[in-house]
């Protein structure tokens, strides 16, 4: 089975605590830079703590679009605030993500970086037959960077 090991890498014009927060707020469901591919659904406990869980839906024509949904539920297994999130995930995918926000230039800047390390399970492992899911996944993450900067930049 293949699995999808990826980093991808953002240095983002703001402090680790407001990095920190926007993703947290993300997983929670209570923004949307992760459009238009992802969506979030926290459970009873939000992710921002160890054993907090969240739903993600992988829309993969885009949210609202035809196409097939991919989900799987990640539990936090570390979070440090402002530093690192780790999630363990089980669904389609199994596997972890890791958030690790760096200071930079001082602490002005934070650089991120966001490593997905999983294996495809059920539909996810037939359309990996099908299609490069790891170039799919790092062209939405480095979109879903893209959009996160914006929304960082909205706060200011």
């Known amino acids: 089975m293949h699995a999808i090991h990826h980093t991808d890498r953002a240095i983002l014009d703001h ?7 926007a993703i947290v707020n993300e997983l929670n469901g209570r923004t949307t830079w ?3 591919h992802n969506t979030h659904q926290p459970g009873p406990t939000g992710p921002q703590q160890e054993g907090g869980t969240t739903t993600t839906t992988i829309h993969t024509g885009g949210v609202g679009k035809p ?3 991919l989900r799987f539920t990640s539990t936090t297994t ?3 605030p402002d530093a690192r999130l780790t999630q363990s995930h089980t669904g389609h995918f199994h596997g972890t993500t ?4 760096t200071p930079h230039n001082d602490g002005a800047q934070t650089l991120l970086t966001v490593t997905f390390a999983t294996t495809p399970h059920g539909l996810a492992k037939f359309l990996h037959k099908l299609t490069n899911l790891t170039a799919k996944h790092t062209t939405a993450t480095q979109r879903a960077l893209s959009n996160l900067r914006h929304h960082l930049d909205s706060q200011k």
Do not use: D, I, R, S
Not at 15 to 21: D, G, K, M, Q
Not at 98 to 101: A, D, E
């Open 67 to 69: 196409g097939p949904k």
């Open 78 to 80: 570390h979070a440090t």
């Open 34 to 36: 992760w459009h238009p």
């Open 98 to 101: 890791t958030y690790q926000l």
């Open 15 to 21: 402090p680790t605590h407001a990095v920190w927060e």
